[in-house]
T-cell receptor, first 116, second 115 residues
Framework: GDSVTQTEGQVTVSESKSLIINCTYS????????LFWYVRYPGEGLQLLLK?????QKGSSRGFEATYNKEATSFHLQKASVQESDSAVYYC?????????????FGSGTQLTVMP | DPKIIQKPKYLVAVTGSEKILICEQY?????MYWYRQSAKKPLEFMFS???????DNQTASSRFQPQSSKKNHLDLQITALKPDDSATYFC??????????????FGEGSRLIVV
């Protein structure tokens, strides 16, 4: 079945430093899956950060970027300069039609802590 | 204002009892979902509904029964509760289930602890 792997469970970065959160995926459908980053801020529900549905394209939102790399099956999340308010749990996810509907498959999440 | 309302936010239940988790969405969406996140595990898809009809079910146990009385409601009834059912249950909705690039919008979750 489909799967999403986030290797870092926790990441700590100092404010104004750069960030990379790794995400790789495995999809069984014939076509290419849609890829997403969701974020959960403390005390809030999950919300979409960005999505890319075309291989080779880049998505961006709130200073974060992620490029859909079909050769490497990766969708790493990057930010050039993080802020304390970026502290949250970040989830990489994919969806495709392998199950008959576009259901989301999530990674295990990465807790980002930004130190002042 | 939250567009997807889940009730209750926190719930402690006794093993063997039955509980209902409530979900209402005010986004005008046609599809609704339940996901579950147990401790140290990824969010797991449970059910999807479209126009109040079950579209996909990835939950092995019949103890979990979705109930949709209105298009914008999808409650989750859990019977014969077990400690392993302890998790945060997330409700979500989207415009439809069969659209590429389908974006799901999530509620804040209902945290269930079974003792």
């Amino acid at each position: 079945g489909d799967s999403v792997t986030q290797t870092e469970g926790q990441v700590t970065v100092s404010e104004s430093k750069s960030l990379i959160i790794n995400c790789t995926y495995s999809a069984t459908s014939i076509g290419y899956p849609n890829l997403f980053w969701y974020v959960r801020y403390p005390g809030e529900g999950l919300q979409l950060l960005l999505k890319v549905i075309t291989a080779g394209q880049k998505g961006s939102s709130r200073g974060f970027e992620a490029t859909y790399n079909k050769e490497a099956t990766s969708f790493h999340l990057q930010k050039a300069s993080v802020q304390e308010s970026d502290s949250a749990v970040y989830y990489c996810a994919l969806s495709d039609l392998s199950s008959g509907s576009w259901q989301l498959i999530f990674g295990s999440g990465t807790q980002l802590t930004v130190m002042p | 204002d939250p567009k997807i309302i889940q009730k209750p936010k926190y719930l402690v239940a006794v093993t063997g009892s039955e509980k209902i988790l409530i979900c209402e969405q005010y986004l005008g969406h046609n599809a609704m979902y339940w996901y579950r996140q147990s401790a140290k595990k990824p969010l797991e898809f449970m059910f999807s509904y479209s126009y109040q009809k079950l579209m996909d079910n990835q939950t092995a146990s019949s103890r979990f029964q979705p109930q949709s009385s209105k298009k914008n409601h999808l409650d989750l009834q859990i019977t014969a509760l077990k400690p392993d059912d302890s998790a945060t249950y997330f409700c979500a909705s989207s415009q439809d289930t069969m659209i590429s690039g389908n974006t799901l919008y999530f509620g804040e979750g209902s945290r269930l602890i079974v003792v």
